[in-house]
C-alpha cells in the first residue's frame, strides 16, 4: 500500500501566500517524480507543477513566477509554495507521485485525497 498525505490548504485573501506539503508513504521502493495537480469546480483536473527527484521542474504557464515547487527526496515528501494568489487559483489540489513499489515493478501513479484552497477576500 501506498498513501499521499497532503496539509496546508485552507483560506486565503487574495495576493496571500500558502504552502502544501505532500509526502509518500507506505511499500515504496523508489520516485521517479511528484507533483500537483488542481480541479475547480465544473472543470477538469489540470496540472499545476511538476518535479522529478532530480529536481527538473515543469509549471504550468498560469502559475509560472508566483508558484514554486520543491522536492525533499530523503522524505518522499513535496512542496508547493504559492504566492500572489487570486481567485481563480481556488480548487482542489491533488498531490501525486510516480513511484514503484519493487524493483520488478513499472512505475505508476498514485494520488492523494485533495486539499481545498480558496482564495476570497
Known amino acids: 500500500q501506498v498513501q499521499l498525505a497532503e496539509s496546508g490548504g485552507g483560506l486565503v485573501q487574495p495576493g496571500g501566500s500558502l504552502r502544501l506539503s505532500c509526502t509518500a508513504s507506505?511499500?515504496?521502493?523508489?520516485?521517479?517524480?511528484m507533483g500537483w495537480y488542481r480541479q475547480a469546480p465544473g472543470r477538469e483536473r489540470d496540472l499545476v507543477a511538476s518535479?522529478?527527484?532530480?529536481?527538473?521542474?515543469n509549471y504550468a504557464d498560469s502559475v509560472k513566477g508566483r508558484f514554486t515547487i520543491s522536492i525533499e527526496v530523503a522524505k518522499n515528501t513535496v512542496y508547493l509554495q504559492m504566492n500572489s494568489l487570486n481567485p481563480e487559483d481556488t480548487a482542489v489540489y491533488y498531490c501525486?507521485?510516480?513511484?514503484?513499489?519493487?524493483?520488478?515493478?513499472?512505475?505508476?501513479?498514485?494520488w492523494g485525497q485533495g486539499i481545498q484552497v480558496t482564495v476570497s477576500e
Open positions: 518535479i522529478t527527484t532530480a529536481h527538473n521542474t
Open positions: 501525486y507521485a510516480t513511484l514503484r513499489r519493487d524493483s520488478n515493478f513499472n512505475y505508476n501513479n498514485y
Open positions: 507506505g511499500s515504496i521502493f523508489s520516485i521517479y517524480a
